[in-house]
Every structure is written in structure tokens, then in C-alpha cells.
């Protein structure tokens, strides 16, 4: 079964404060990689997608990057308006596209 | 590209009544289009997903059916409510590359 666990599950930085967010995954054959943010009572917002381990994709303060096992996203001097939830989900060579996701990390960075 | 429409925005349903949701997607045709759920503090849970007119298929037993009665309409949809069907849900649709792009929302709370 495919299966994603995201770490950690809340985070709070100062704005500045450069961390990285975690998404563990176990796939039967990996076709992508899906980073989202979410803002609170919205729907989802398509952030990057990976496909292959050594990948790197990057937009303003964000970099997502891809392993085997693992994708990290990576904020660098974050401001207050990053502040979100980020979601992972893989989905599995074959079936419809389906998407499997991790329970997110919510991040909140203050002033 | 692809904009995502969904409504209600916000429900508040007695235990027992009926429901209809609906998500209707402009700017392309013939989409794969997707209900999820998401429960308080968590991700998101695949219901259903429709690869065409008519055709559903269905990830988790539970109180709810979907329906595409048109290329670009998909319909979720109880007989009874349960107090566990509130939640958020999600319409998405297949864009290029197999990214899934999602809806505004419904919130629905169930009494």
C-alpha cells in the first residue's frame, strides 16, 4: 500500500529562520511527487512536482528536492505570508492518477 | 488552464438528510476529476474519481455516491448523512503532466 508520513506535523519559525520540511513516502513505482500549499478553509495550491531521485525544482523561497525514499522542502528566509499548510502525495505508476497524500505540516512563521 | 468551480461553499445538514455537492470545471474537456475529503487537521482522503461520462470508481466504502452526468460536471452525494461525513471536500481535476488542480472547497457539517 502507498503510504506518506510527513515530519513535523506543526512548525514554527521566526521570520528569517530557514528550515526544511519533511515527506517519507513507500511507493509500488513512483510516476511523481506533488508539494501543495494549503491556506486555511481554501483549497489546495500546486506548488512543484518530482519525478525522478536528484530532482530539484525551486520558485521564490522554496526548493523541493527528491530522493529515493524521501522529498524535503526547503524554505530560506521565510516571511509571515509562507505561513500555510504543505501538503506531499505521491502517485503510483499506473491507475488513474490517483493521488496519495501525508497529513501536512503546518507551518507558521511570525514576525 | 483549467478553473474548478464548487458549491456550496459553506452546509450545515441535519443527521439524516440528503446531499449534493457539485464541481463543475471550465477551460478543458474530457478531464479525470477527483473527490476527496479532508477531516479536521488532516490530509486528504480519495472518495471517488471518474476517468469519464458515467464512469466512477470508488476508493473508500462509505454513505456516499458520485455521479458524471456531463464531460465536465461530477456530483457527491448521500441518501442519509452520518456525523462522520462533515469535513472539507475537494474537487481536483487532471491538469497537464498529471498534476491535479483543486477546487475552492465545501465545508459540510453534519448535526
Known amino acids: 500500500e502507498d503510504q506518506v508520513t510527513q515530519s513535523p506535523e506543526a512548525l514554527r519559525l521566526q521570520e528569517g529562520e530557514s528550515s526544511s520540511l519533511n515527506c517519507s513516502y513507500t511507493v509500488s513505482g513512483l510516476r511523481g511527487l506533488f508539494w501543495y500549499r494549503q491556506d486555511p478553509g481554501k483549497g489546495p495550491e500546486f506548488l512543484f512536482t518530482l519525478y525522478s531521485a536528484g530532482e530539484e525544482k525551486e520558485k521564490e523561497r522554496l526548493k523541493a528536492t527528491l530522493t529515493k525514499k524521501e522529498s524535503f522542502l526547503h524554505i530560506t528566509a521565510p516571511k509571515p505570508e509562507d505561513s500555510a499548510t504543505y501538503l506531499c502525495?505521491?502517485?503510483?505508476?499506473?491507475?488513474?492518477?490517483?493521488?496519495?497524500f501525508g497529513q501536512g505540516t503546518r507551518l507558521t512563521i511570525n514576525p | 488552464s483549467q478553473t474548478i468551480h464548487q458549491w456550496p461553499a459553506t452546509l450545515v445538514q441535519p443527521v439524516g438528510s440528503p446531499l449534493s455537492l457539485e464541481c463543475t470545471v471550465e477551460?478543458?474537456?474530457?478531464?479525470?476529476l477527483y473527490w476527496y475529503r479532508q477531516a479536521a487537521g488532516r490530509g486528504l482522503q480519495l472518495l471517488f474519481y471518474?476517468?469519464?461520462?458515467?464512469?466512477i470508481s470508488s476508493e473508500v466504502p462509505q454513505n456516499l455516491s458520485a455521479s458524471r452526468p456531463q464531460d465536465r460536471q461530477f456530483i457527491l452525494s448521500s441518501k442519509k448523512l452520518l456525523l462522520s461525513d462533515s469535513g472539507f471536500y475537494l474537487c481536483a481535476c487532471r491538469g497537464p503532466t498529471d498534476t491535479q488542480y483543486f477546487g475552492p472547497g465545501t465545508r459540510l457539517t453534519v448535526l
Open positions: 502525495a505521491v502517485q503510483a505508476i499506473g491507475g488513474a492518477q490517483k493521488l496519495v
Open positions: 471518474s476517468v469519464g461520462i458515467g464512469q
Open positions: 477551460g478543458t474537456s474530457n478531464p479525470n
